[in-house]
């Protein structure tokens, strides 16, 4: 088994790590059974979680995947690592299509896709120790035979995450929610994946340590050569931590392209409206900003809007927009955004 150690990586944000896409995702389309509407239940209901969902993630590459909640983020992720059936699209892994990858083989491509949990408390199993927990992905993909022999392992991952390797004996009960997310991240690099999909992976912690983490997990992706889909809705934190940014509304991408194109010259109001609410750590500067508010509730994803989803809420909305849909088109050097008044 190589050493963790001994991987090297691109340089985050080189043109070597985004020149062939790790994944690539096409139109993906998620709907969810939702029961039945009419006097006698003759309309089948669907909630329409993401539609038409597409993008690519460069090796090494992280894309941050933002918006609020009910969106569709948490949703595209699983769907990439095969945790939620699809209604339609093609997803691309490593240049292998595993849209409809099934049994055994989808089993053995998950040893290269990995997924982090949101909460650190629920995502450990309070009944076994670390080393039990962190050991269990090479148990079931029969990397070892028994928990023992992970021993070695399992200590080389927990110096990895910034832990003691003796914590390895101790319970879940006996760390704290930072500590518990290191464990939660080196139980993901078990198996040694190629891209890691980090649902909200600090949203649960406190303020003071969500830094720690997310240099963490730059650290280990110098180091490993990871990719990741960073899903956030803290804005700072997705920052610091992206190449690139996919912004979503009501399971649709309005906008993506390079980090800071999105966070100083956004296209998309809904993306405008998001970044205005981002506090600046400057009184004046801050009285000084113009703050977008969004009315209105967010849509019933059971009966979408036609057109623009967005249109419902936005404050610049015209006729156009409630009747035809915009395409997601380039409006700068990989700056795209849909809208019709951008």
Not at 133 to 144: D, F, Q
């Amino acid at each position: 088994m190589p050493s963790l150690t001994n991987v090297s990586s691109p340089p985050r944000g080189s043109s070597d790590s985004l020149a062939e896409p790790l994944v690539r995702v096409e139109e993906l389309t998620v709907r969810f059974p939702a029961g039945r509407a009419g006097f006698w239940g003759q309309e089948k209901l669907y909630l329409h979680a993401v539609e038409g969902v597409s993008f690519e993630i460069g090796r090494g590459e992280t894309l941050g995947l933002v918006g609020e909640s009910g969106c569709g983020k948490t949703t595209t992720g699983r769907a990439i690592l095969r945790r939620v059936p699809l209604d339609g699209g093609r997803i691309t892994f490593d240049g292998e299509d595993i849209t409809h990858v099934e049994g055994e083989s989808l089993r053995r491509l998950r040893r290269g896709m990995q997924l982090v949990f949101q909460d650190p408390y629920a995502s450990l199993n309070p009944r076994l120790r670390v080393l039990e927990i962190v050991a269990e992905p090479l148990l079931v993909h029969g990397v070892v035979g028994r928990v023992r022999h992970a021993e070695d392992r399992v200590a080389e991952l927990l110096e990895l995450v910034g832990l003691p390797p003796e914590h390895m004996f101790r319970y879940p009960h006996a760390f704290s929610g930072g500590q518990r997310q290191r464990i939660n991240i080196a139980r993901a690099l078990s198996l040694e994946p190629d891209f890691i999909v980090a649902d909200e992976p600090v949203s649960a912690l406190d303020v003071s340590i969500r830094a720690q983490v997310v240099n963490l997990m730059q650290d280990i992706q110098e180091r490993l050569g990871l990719t990741y889909l960073f899903i956030g809705h803290d804005l700072s934190v997705v920052r610091h931590i992206s190449h690139r940014i996919a912004v979503m509304y009501a399971g649709k991408i309005v906008e993506i392209g390079d980090r800071d194109e999105i966070y100083e010259d956004p296209k998309h109001p809904y993306t405008k409206a998001l970044l205005s609410a981002v506090p600046i750590p400057d009184p004046k500067l801050e009285a000084t900003r113009k703050r977008i508010t969004i009315a209105g509730a967010f849509p019933d994803l059971l009966r979408p809007p036609s057109g623009c989803r967005f249109h419902t809420r936005c404050p610049i909305a015209i006729e156009r927009c409630a009747h035809e849909e915009p395409p997601l088109e380039e409006k700068a050097r990989a700056h795209h955004a849909a809208c019709w008044l951008t």
